[in-house]
């Protein structure tokens, strides 16, 4: 008989009073007995709606059932089939509106705990490794990966599985892109991958930090070099501003400066040299998962007050619901229906507050959408001390600039010549994740870097 | 391999500003005058970007020279040779455009005559006639005399207090090259944002084209922060990717001055910090 809890079973978390002011991860992960409980909330449906919702395709039914069985390893190894880097995505992945989404118990109640279940699998298998994977025999094919991020990371743990020689290259000082410069440790901690770079580098993949491809070396040196083909996983990482007056003062950050000084270069920790500025009152503008990690952030390193601005409502939010959860338990004020018109400053350049405007709902647009619209005369100031923008990102320029043949379309993205093999408009080049598609998740990136993997494949063996 | 970033060179210039050598092929090999490179001195520091000196790809080594102005760089300026910095990466930004270029006035301040002097030398390479005007606070602050000398077709020292050199400003040096008759294809004014504010004023004045090189906050210098961000012709753009070398009569450098000076409330902290770990390691 199934556990017909309406409920998930909780996770375990601190009071958000006292982590509001540390970096350890909120969500504690389940014990074994926590894990096999929800598992039994699973009905183990013939048809399996949730794996329809997963972007890789996890056989989901299957994995729980093997963690109702006690049989942890096994549940992560079945995860791992379909996707490698579980332990992240069952962090990150927004589970509600893919997998949780179509799920039966979600009718009535709340779905099973899909997410949730995925990281325990996977915990537990790092937490009991098994002899370390050995190095495949070297079929003698080098592949090149730009970026270090979810889908490099996919793309380079496939293609190492079946023997070629894979180098990830990476700008900056440390891999794992977005994973290790974006979302936050209280998110998903360091550790965790750190040891899936570990388990790559165990299976012969080269890593390559300090070497922005395109000018230590561009993608025609890389081939020179002896590269058989490359993919391109640059993400999305060139940040938007509001192009509003005032966006160049002292204290306005975009989310990725400002969350790349905290996190990467670890500017919480008290002998840190990075500078940060201590922030006492600040605007987030934005409502993706970005600007819930700006905010909590913000508060963690001492802002007493800390405001979402987003201009449509709370039901709008792109942000992963646990996230929004968590952020108001924090303590996090959103400020919704509302837009910044204009940056206010002091006479030294320092922001010391925003002009806003508020927002209602127009007549819905061609794609049956409303789109927010200002309410003339309603323009409002807060004081703020620091404004982050937390509005998105385009891909970054540096590649496609200084290789020949490869095509961008208007927003930046690169132009695939195959949609489904992933191919670039120039020979041997592959790309995946947000340098194509814009900013998305991490697992739509990750499944992209997979799909490339077996393109990749296929070129180099048909050549 | 990942080359080590070993110091293999290292000269005090002056007090205050520091040369270090050191062994980074991959970036010798692509570096070109006007580019940067961010270093990290170890696991726990800052990302600081600094302008390429001088590089030679057939010993694999790329030339720093800075001042001891912060927390990182007055860390820099302890090590010594056999030491390696933690990161090392580059040559990032767009080179500086010196084709075609027939007469150019190469103004240089302070430590910025370190950036000055690798675009004078490329000048002078490829024929280009180049005045050099050089401006340092006092005699004791000058660097790079008898390099500039080397490739300038003229050669102008001042000194704020006239200790050495000429008194007066790279400014009234350039005023009186022009007025003299000297006509120049473009003026490269590298230097404090306040003397490159300046220079640029008076070219304006006179209608000549000037560059000049930015060197903003920065983490990445790839373009994923925006942290470098500045106007110019009334446009945003990122020193680290569109720059660093901008049209002098464009920039906003007064709002580039201020927030330049974003974090000196947090440097004395980090210094603090830095110091703190000096005694530990002594103690």
Same mark, same amino acid.
């Given at each position: ?68 069985a ?41 779905s ?38 979810p889908?490099?990371?996919?793309c ?18 440390k ?41 230590t ?20 990482g ?19 400066e400002?969350l ?25 503008v ?26 449509r ?31 206010l ?64 379309n ?39 870097g ?7 494949d ?6 | 391999?990942?080359d ?15 040369l ?15 580019q ?6 170890d ?22 020279i ?6 990182t ?15 090392f990466?580059g040559?990032?930004?767009?080179p ?5 270029? %027939? ?32 401006g ?24 704020d ?5 000429? %008194?007066?400003?790279v ?11 000297e ?35 920065m ?6 922060c ?29 709002q580039?001055? %201020? ?21 530990n390691?002594?103690?």
């Open positions: 008989m199934p556990n017909m809890s309406l409920t998930k079973v909780p996770m375990p978390e601190d009071a958000p009073e006292i982590r509001n002011k540390n970096f350890e991860e909120v969500a504690r992960g389940y014990t074994e007995a926590m894990a096999q409980e929800e598992a039994d909330r699973c009905l183990n449906c013939k048809t399996r709606p949730c794996v329809g919702g997963c972007p890789v395709g996890v056989p989901i039914p299957e994995f729980i059932s093997l963690i109702k006690g049989d942890f390893i096994g549940a992560a190894k079945k995860i791992k089939e379909m996707n490698l880097l579980p332990a992240i995505c069952g962090r990150v992945c927004p589970q509600e509106s893919q997998c949780e989404k179509l799920c039966v118990r979600g009718i009535k109640g709340e099973v705990g899909i997410g949730r279940l995925e990281r325990f699998a996977a915990d537990y298998l790092l937490a009991h490794p098994e002899a370390a994977a050995e190095k495949p025999v070297s079929n003698g094919h080098k592949v090149a990966i730009v970026g270090s991020g889908s490099g990371l996919s380079a743990g496939e293609l190492a599985r079946q023997g070629y020689e894979v180098t990830v290259f990476e700008a900056l000082h891999a794992g892109g977005v994973l290790v410069y974006g979302i936050p440790e209280f998110r998903l901690p360091k550790s965790i991958v750190q040891q899936e770079i570990d388990n790559l580098k165990a299976l012969g993949v080269a890593f390559e930090t300090d070497f922005v491809v395109g000018k070396a561009t993608v025609d040196e890389l081939f020179e070099d002896g590269f058989e083909a490359i993919f391109v996983g640059s993400g999305a060139l940040p938007s501003f509001m192009k509003i007056p005032g966006e160049e003062f002292s204290g306005v950050y975009s989310a990725n400002f790349t000084r905290i996190n990467l270069m670890k500017a919480y920790q008290p002998d840190s040299t990075t500078p940060i500025m201590k922030p006492k009152k600040v605007a987030v934005g409502g993706g998962n970005v600007a819930m990690d700006a905010a909590r952030c913000a508060k963690r390193i001492g802002a007493d007050e800390v405001t979402i601005v987003y201009r409502t709370e039901k709008e939010l792109p942000a992963r619901l646990e996230e929004i959860h968590h952020a108001k338990e924090e303590g996090i004020n959103f400020h919704m229906l509302v837009s910044p018109v204009e940056i400053g002091d006479e030294n350049g320092w922001v010391r507050g925003i002009r806003c405007i508020k927002m209602e709902f127009g007549e819905p647009d061609a794609s049956g959408r409303c789109r927010p619209v200002p309410v003339e005369g309603s323009e409002f100031e807060m004081e703020m001390d620091c404004v982050v923008m937390a509005i998105g990102n385009s891909p970054n320029p540096l590649i496609s600039q200084t290789t020949k043949g490869l095509e961008t208007r927003k930046g993205c690169l132009v695939l010549t195959d949609e489904d093999a992933l191919a670039t408009t120039r020979e041997g080049v592959f790309a995946g994740g947000d340098a194509v598609t814009g900013a998305a998740t991490v697992i739509l990136a990750m499944g992209a997979k799909t490339a993997a077996k393109s990749i296929n070129y180099i063996q048909g050549k | 391999m990942r080590l970033f070993k110091i293999v060179n290292k000269k005090v210039l002056n007090p205050t500003v520091t270090l050598e050191i062994d980074a092929p991959r970036v010798a090999k692509k570096a070109e005058p006007g940067f490179i961010i270093l990290r001195v696991e726990n520091g800052e990302r600081i970007p600094l302008t390429i000196a001088d590089f030679d790809r057939e010993r694999g080594t790329v030339t720093i800075f001042q001891l102005v912060g927390a760089t007055k860390a820099l300026g302890m090590m010594e040779v056999g030491d390696a910095l933690a990161d990466v040559p990032l930004g767009t500086s455009h010196t084709e075609g270029l %027939k007469k150019v006035a190469v103004i240089g301040g302070g430590v910025g005559c370190a950036i000055a002097y690798p675009v004078a030398k490329k000048l002078h390479e490829q024929g280009t006639v180049v005045h050099s005007i050089v340092f606070r006092n005699q004791d602050l000058v660097i790079l005399e008898d390099e500039f000398t080397a490739v300038s077709d003229i050669m102008k020292i001042m000194t207090d006239g200790s050495y050199g000429t %008194k007066g400003l400014t009234d040096a350039l005023k009186s090259l022009i007025d003299s008759g006509e120049y294809d473009e003026v490269i004014a590298i230097g404090p944002v306040i003397m490159m504010k300046f220079v640029s004023k008076l070219t304006k004045e006179y209608g000549i084209k000037t560059t000049v090189s930015m060197n903003p906050i983490i990445d210098g790839t373009g994923m925006g942290g470098c961000r500045l106007t110019v012709g009334g446009e945003t753009k990122f020193a680290c990717v569109d720059g660093p070398d901008f049209d002098g009569h464009l920039v906003d450098f007064d580039l001055m %201020k927030r330049n000076m974003m974090y000196k409330p947090f440097e004395q902290e980090a210094d603090c910090n830095l110091l703190k770990k000096g005694e390691a002594n103690a």
